[in-house]
Structures are given as C-alpha cells and as structure tokens.
C-alpha cells in the first residue's frame, strides 16, 4: 500500500494542491485535511506516517510569516505533534511551513524539557534560537535557485538525493538567521543544515544575491531536527517535479528528489 500523507491546510494556504501531486509522483498517498479537522478529531496524526506543512500564506501572515500557524501547532497540538516526531513521524515544512515549524520551536528543535500548552507554549517559543525574517533585499522574492543537499544531515534519506536542486523561491521573509556564532557552529557540527543555496556548478554561494536570494546566514535553505525526521525548507520543491516546469528547458535536478525520498523512508 502507498503510505498516507496529512497535507496540513489552514486559511491562507495555497500550495496544498501541488504538494499532494508531488507526493502522489513519489508514490504516496496524500489527504488534505483542513486544520479544523484535527481540531475536531475527524483525523488524527496518528492515522499517518508523515506530515506535510505546505507552502503560502497561513492566516494572511497576520502576526508575521507562519507565526498564527505556529501558535496553532502549539496551543491545540502540542502533545500530538511532540509525540508524533518521538515516534520517528516525519515531518517536511514548505516556505510557510518551515516558518510555523521554526516559529513554533519544532525546528531545529529546543534543548529543555517541553512545556505544556498555552501561556507556557508562548514562552517556549521566545526561546528558539533560530528564525526566519525579512529578505535582506527589503522585497518579496520570486525566482529559481539552485540548492544543494548536505548528505551528511542528520536527516538520512537525503543521502539518497545526488544531484543539485533547482526550484524556486517565493517568499517576503525567507532570511534564516541564528541567535549567534556559537548557534551556527553547534548547527554545523551536528547535521542540522539539510539545503544551501548554491550557483548552478554547486559552487557556494557565498551569500552572494540573487544565488543566496533573500541572505541567510551561511547560506541556509533548509534544516533538519537532531532526529533527523523533521525537515523544512524555504523554496518550492513542488514546484518542480516534471522536467516541463523548468523555465531553462532542461531535464533533472527535480524538486519531486526531496519527496521520491522521503516517501521511500516510510
């Protein structure tokens, strides 16, 4: 049986749609299940090996890019979304979804004994070490980059992915920064850095616009938790997982790599 996907939806959200079709091409079986279903129990974490948090702009970005989501997952799903990772559920947050991920403390995860719900989930929060903000550019951001993968993350099914990926970003506030050197260094030595930027040699980018588009610290696309079962990322894999979508008209470097490999995982 193809292994069932939970496509997180909430109001703002619009890249649902093109994760479930990427999932279904890697050979899973993906279910959008609006947010208020969860609230509901009409579906259950429990029910599916991996969550996906797709890309957009959940509540309208209100309180900031990810920010209303994140206190969602916090205040309503804080147990149930903690138990699901400590069971080795995987997770893959997309632009919108790896800001709630990140903004809810999720990634790259927090070193202290969890807290409750509420007030206290609040304060949790306030501890994160790292964050996504604006675009050093001052403007949304829409355009290809190129990202390589560390295979050496943490995150183990990424071993699988050789090649570079090429898929775009669209997003205001994609700018990953950390609280300090010591922070960086500690994300380096432990696999957390799952995607850079790159050019397309896979050469750095040091930082570099429009390679490094919206100027992220060390060149940071994507990162993963400790476990290596939750992984987020700013650009739009599913934007291109059919050689069609490239706007240069070359074959490979598929974004449809990042979901063939994680649905192989479970």
């Not at 990427?22 to 129990?41: D, F, M, T």
């Not at 138990?83 to 903004?103: E, P, S, T, Y």
Request: charged share 20%; net charge negative; aromatic share 6%.
């Amino acid at each position: 049986m193809k292994p069932s996907i939970l496509i997180l939806h909430a109001s703002g959200v619009n890249r649902d749609a093109e994760a479930a079709r990427a999932c279904e091409l890697a050979g899973g079986a993906p279910e959008i299940v609006h947010i208020n279903q969860l609230r509901r129990s009409e579906r259950k974490l429990t029910d599916y090996p991996m969550l996906l948090l797709p890309g957009g702009f959940s509540y309208g970005d209100a309180l900031g890019a990810g920010v209303r989501l994140a206190l969602d997952l916090q205040v309503y799903f804080h147990e149930q979304l903690h138990d699901f990772i400590d069971r080795g559920g995987l997770v893959l947050g997309i632009c919108n979804g790896f800001q709630a991920l990140v903004k809810a403390g999720v990634l790259p995860g927090i070193r202290r004994e969890r807290l409750a719900t509420g007030l206290q989930a609040i304060e949790e929060m306030a501890l994160r070490s790292v964050t996504l903000t604006e675009n050093a550019s001052g403007r949304f951001e829409c355009r290809w980059v190129y990202l390589s993968v560390n295979r050496q993350a943490k995150a183990t099914f990424l071993r699988n992915i050789e090649e570079l990926i090429f898929c775009p970003v669209a997003h205001g506030e994609g700018n990953f920064q950390v609280k300090d050197e010591e922070t960086l260094a500690e994300m380096e030595r432990e696999g957390l850095i799952a995607f850079r930027y790159v050019d397309a040699e896979g050469r750095p980018a040091n930082g570099v616009y429009p390679l490094n588009p919206n100027g992220s610290v060390a060149d940071i696309a994507g990162i993963c938790n400790r476990r290596g079962n939750v992984v987020g990322l700013m650009p739009h894999p599913e934007d291109h997982i059919v050689t069609c979508q490239n706007p240069l008209g070359c074959t490979g470097r598929l974004g449809l790599a990042i979901f063939c490999a994680m649905v192989a995982a479970l």
